[in-house]
């Protein structure tokens, strides 16, 4: 396996996200006029009253979300929401005009349904950012693919914050079954640095699959990296986390020194600078899908 080596030129400088969403306000000239009792020539009880009162802008009509994450089209919606096929947040909804709000979960004959564009964001994570969504944490890499786009995107599998190399985001569904799928799976290359130099009795044990607490792990390949000292190693794994990795050297009383992934299937650190992101090109795209 030939020595892995990051690519210095820039990439695409990433754009500053935009929010057009604002809330309803009404310009000089077109604000509404209001009319008093005697100055108007409706009855009074029409000037008094109520408006009626509008629906939040952000939720959206059960049988559109379906229709628009390209399932159906919104009369076939309206079938298979009458037959029970769609659920939200775990629940079967069978009302017409049922409106889903933003964060419900919503799911047709079991499969998760999404209107949102699909996108596929690859980045090329540097150290002390942590795989997570969630807020309160620090530095995360949902801070690195901010002004990526404006869909909910979300990484596929984990790298320790001290780790580093290439992580996949999307609101792809498909794609993420494909990653954590136990049986198939998408293989990871690292680039593995240890302390001191692996014994190749250790990385026979490793190529044969080395058993942990009764649990059996497998890699798909591993040798060293040619022209580098023997502490440092491929490792090819379709695992979507790096905790496993870890497992094994730990297991093997090595202690990781570096940890990069280089390659994530056909996908490589070409053209993308650390800390940079890139989209997924249609034929990068395609050819993940056939993997």
């Not at 996108?119 to 530095?139: D, I, M, Q, W």
């Amino acid at each position: 396996m030939s020595r892995h080596q990051d690519s210095t030129g820039k990439g695409k400088s990433s754009g500053r996200g935009t929010n057009n969403s604002r809330s309803k306000s009404f310009a000089r000239g077109n604000a509404p006029i209001k009319k008093s009792a005697a100055s108007s020539s409706k009855p009074a009880d029409v000037v008094k009253k109520a408006p009626a009162k509008k629906s939040s802008s952000v939720e959206i009509r059960l049988n559109k979300y379906v229709a628009n994450s390209g399932v159906c089209s919104r009369r076939e919606a309206d079938t298979h929401i009458a037959t029970g096929l769609v659920t939200v947040n775990g629940k079967v909804i069978t009302e017409m005009g049922y409106k889903v709000k933003p964060g419900d979960e919503v799911r047709y004959d079991g499969a998760r349904v999404n209107p949102e564009k699909k996108a596929y964001v690859l980045l090329n994570k540097p150290k002390g950012f942590a795989t997570t969504t969630s807020e309160g944490k620090g530095r995360t890499v949902m801070d690195l693919v901010a002004n990526a786009t404006t869909s909910r995107i979300k990484p596929i599998g984990r790298l320790g914050r001290n780790s580093k190399g290439l992580l996949l985001f999307t609101n792809d569904e498909a794609i993420v079954e494909k990653f954590t799928n136990s049986k198939n799976g998408v293989a990871r290359l690292f680039h593995i640095e240890l302390d001191k130099n692996l014994k190749l009795e250790d990385l026979k044990k490793i190529q044969e699959g080395i058993k942990i607490e009764g649990k059996l792990i497998a890699v798909e390949e591993i040798s060293y990296i040619d022209g580098a000292s023997k502490n440092e190693i491929g490792l090819k794994i379709k695992n979507t986390g790096n905790t496993i990795i870890r497992s094994i050297f730990d297991f093997l009383k090595y202690e990781i020194v570096s940890l990069d992934c280089v390659a994530i299937g056909h996908l490589t650190k070409k053209d993308i600078p650390r800390g940079h992101w890139k989209h997924l090109s249609e034929q990068e795209l395609n050819t993940l899908k056939m993997l």
